[in-house]
């Protein structure tokens, strides 16, 4: 806290010029802005007194007022979202002015992120950063967020990890840039950085894909970025690599998404009300053998395996035949003698396990409902959502329902408040998928079985599989993988102007947030399941309880200075605190007693737990140049200490350098200008960290039975005292071009 004094008077000292003289003259404008396509007024644009920090913005009806003491003639720059920044040079006092915006398809005007608490419109940016808007993120319907932002812009992978219903995404921006360090960017929620972690449902303790407790599960867990609803989103900034996410320190090499919900509009109360319905079906199959003769099978599977084609009675009648005449003489028996023998059904059976399995048409509800509206002081927005969709495979599925509450009032003229509240709750059905090391998922078993052996079940008993050790359509109908999270994320933030003259403007933004999650995993694999009958103890019951909590607290200072010949300072500093605490349990329970699921109704329980405690500290500091929208420099660092360090106490530095220079606003400029009227050239460096694992400073402890006694024994990996972030550097350069009159741009990008 004494530091941030320290910030708080340092910056009064240096910036708190006098304020100008009052004299008589006076210029009195007011007006209303219009949208050029559409007509309709345009609430809460932003309208700039250029080369000072005085402004205002369009109220419900599109109208605003300025009040300029001590000033003959102005010229304002008018933004809004989604439109052409204009500059309206007015030389009398007005109160009729008119002003039209255009639309601006290639966002040349939009104002773009940059730190914790400043902005930059994207034409003087000197970094790679894409943005997207809400109608560009929904336009066709998306399972999760992450599938959303698929295609979206340059630079992203987007992978799915599984199928199943809310399944997980794998996002990585720019590749990979971590040895052992997270791999996903650092997602931000309205200024709350969420917890975006994959908790493993104990499903490889069934499939010993993963040893119990491995830091890389196989299992296909769900990261819970998927519980966003995309629906709620107003825009989203994704800034990709180090020299422009270098602000976020120690959590930033794998780039940051910023994502910001939507606000309510001053004027009439409006109730959107969107259904969307569909289904999902199997886009591809890999298609199966067949088997026209019965010396195929043999040869693939010898003449047991052929065998087990035919039905019961034909394979006792096999068995009876080959103990008269031999195997050889079967073998030579075409596949119409053997069932003209046998009375069976082998020759064309030929059953298509690809759409046994995956067959199913699923059906997919969603419904969204949003209200929105207010004053000039109040505003809200208010959302819900209920998404119900059915997998392919029977016995999945998945449920969320999803609420949110913003709003923002003005206190007073200076100071101004805003809470953002969401809450959802979803369930998911899973079935067995992802790596295998015993042949018991669904695609592992289905791959080692013949078309022509039939695993469909008669009067309820389900045959088993002899060429593999699971019959998976008694695995997809009985076994139990289920996934239920709750989770609350949410914020307040504090906008206050502490003093603005015509040249200086001094703001305190303060912010506080709270990801909070909890999630349960059922996992029951009964003990009459082919694969369970194999091992000492059949029959499995998993239970895992995983609480997390994120929070974060910004204290955020913003200097402006402008001059009359239109050169700006932006100085920003301000401190970060974050806490993390996750608890996950998970205990298995082995040999279950038939009928019975409870974890208690077993002959042995294991139980395995993760606590992570981790605290973070963060200072920064950041001056934002700009020169006659000519010429923009910025220049930053942060300074990061956390505890999952081997020094908790040190604090890592981050620096940032970056600069764009655009030529199309110089004189000479007007030749090239009818091909090319914006045309930029930019640089940037940064560095950025990739925090160590929680528990790399320490050699955790195993259990041992030592003589009959309980023990501990260190693990093989052992924990290092001086472990450290990781450290990524980058340079970046390139040029933006706006080509045809604003008809296409062209963005170039080496790193």
Request: with cysteine.
């Amino acid at each position: 806290m004494k530091i941030l004094l320290c910030f708080c008077c340092l910056l009064l000292m240096l910036f708190c010029l006098p304020p100008v003289d009052v004299n008589a003259q006076e210029l009195k404008i007011s007006g209303t802005l219009t949208s050029e396509r559409t007509g309709e007024v345009l609430p809460g644009a932003n309208i700039a007194v250029l080369g000072t920090s005085l402004g205002t913005t369009s109220d419900f009806q599109g109208k605003f007022s300025l009040q300029l003491t001590g000033m003959t003639q102005a010229t304002l720059v008018v933004s809004f979202v989604g439109y052409k920044t204009i500059e309206v040079p007015v030389t009398s006092s007005t109160d009729d002015l008119s002003v039209t915006l255009e639309e601006d398809i290639l966002k040349l005007s939009e104002v773009v992120t940059t730190g914790f608490a400043s902005s930059v419109k994207r034409a003087n940016l000197a970094n790679t950063v894409a943005t997207i808007s809400a109608d560009e993120l929904v336009r066709a319907p998306a399972q999760t967020l992450g599938q959303a932002l698929a295609g979206k812009f340059a630079g992203i992978n987007v992978s799915q990890n599984t199928g199943a219903p809310g399944g997980g995404i794998s996002i990585t921006l720019r590749g990979l840039s971590t040895i052992e360090g997270a791999t996903q960017p650092l997602y931000v929620v309205d200024g709350v950085i969420v917890n975006n972690a994959a908790t493993q449902s104990g499903i490889d303790l069934i499939t010993k894909a993963a040893t119990a407790g491995s830091a890389t599960p196989q299992g296909q867990p769900v990261n819970r970025i998927a519980d966003l609803n995309p629906n709620e989103i107003q825009n989203i900034e994704v800034l990709k690599g180090a020299s422009a996410a270098a602000l976020y320190g120690s959590k930033a090499t794998n780039g940051v998404v910023l994502i910001t919900t939507k606000q309510g509009v001053p004027g009439i109360t409006r109730i959107n009300v969107n259904h969307q319905i569909g289904f999902s079906s199997l886009l591809r199959d890999v298609g199966f053998r067949t088997f026209d003769s019965y010396l195929k099978a043999v040869n693939q599977y010898g003449a047991d395996g052929a065998a087990q084609g035919l039905n019961s009675t034909g394979s006792a009648a096999y068995n009876t035949l080959k103990s008269q005449i031999g195997s050889d003489s079967i073998n030579n028996l075409s596949s119409s003698a053997l069932n003209a023998l046998f009375g069976g059904n082998w020759a064309g059976r030929n059953i298509d396990y690809e759409d046994v399995i995956y067959g199913e048409n699923g059906l997919i509800n969603e419904s969204n409902v949003s209200i929105t509206g207010g004053t000039e002081r109040t505003q809200f927005y208010a959302s819900g959502l209920f998404r119900s969709e059915n997998g392919i495979v029977k016995e999945t599925g998945y449920e969320k329902y999803a609420g949110r509450l913003n709003v923002t009032h003005a206190l007073s003229d200076r100071v101004k408040v805003s809470i953002r509240a969401n809450h959802i709750r979803s369930e998911s059905d899973r079935s067995i998928t992802g790596n295998d090391n015993t042949n018991t998922t669904l695609g592992f078993s289905l791959a080692n079985t013949p078309s022509f052996f039939d695993l469909r079940p008669v009067n309820g008993n389900y045959p088993d599989n002899v060429f593999t050790l699971s019959n998976p359509i008694h695995t997809r109908d009985v076994l139990v993988n289920k996934e239920v999270v709750r989770r609350t994320i949410g914020s307040l933030q504090l906008t206050w102007n502490i003093f603005q003259t015509e040249t200086n403007k001094l703001d305190f933004i303060g912010q506080g947030g709270v990801d909070f999650y909890s999630q349960e995993n059922t996992v029951f694999s009964p003990p009459e399941l082919q694969f369970e009958k194999s091992v000492s103890e059949p029959g499995a019951s998993l239970l895992g309880e995983t609480e997390s909590t994120n929070a974060n607290m910004y204290l955020n200072l913003v200097h402006g200075y402008a001059t009359r010949s239109n050169i700006s300072f932006k100085t920003s500093a301000g401190i970060q605190i974050e806490n993390q605490d996750l608890n996950s349990v998970l205990n298995e329970a082995r040999g279950i007693v038939p009928t019975q699921t409870n974890i208690d109704q077993a002959s042995s329980i294991n139980a395995f737990q993760t606590v992570i405690k981790q605290r973070e500290l963060g200072f920064y500091g950041q001056e934002e140049v700009n020169i006659q929208d000519k010429i923009f420099l910025t220049a930053g660092v942060r300074a990061d200490a956390s505890s999952v360090n081997g020094d908790p106490d040190k604090f890592f530095f981050f620096p940032k350098f970056s600069g764009s220079i655009r030529l199309s606003r110089y004189d000479f400029w007007e030749g090239p200008s009818s091909f090319a009227p914006e045309f930029k050239l930019r640089a940037a460096y940064g560095e950025t960290g990739n925090l160590p694992p929680p528990t790399g400073k320490f050699t955790s402890l195993v259990p041992s039975n030592i003589g009959g006694l309980g023990g501990l024994l260190p693990d093989t990996r052992r924990g290092t005292s001086g472990i450290k972030p990781e450290r990524a550097k980058e340079l970046e350069f390139g040029f933006d071009a706006t080509l045809f009159r604003g008809d296409a741009s062209l963005e170039f990008t080496y790193f």
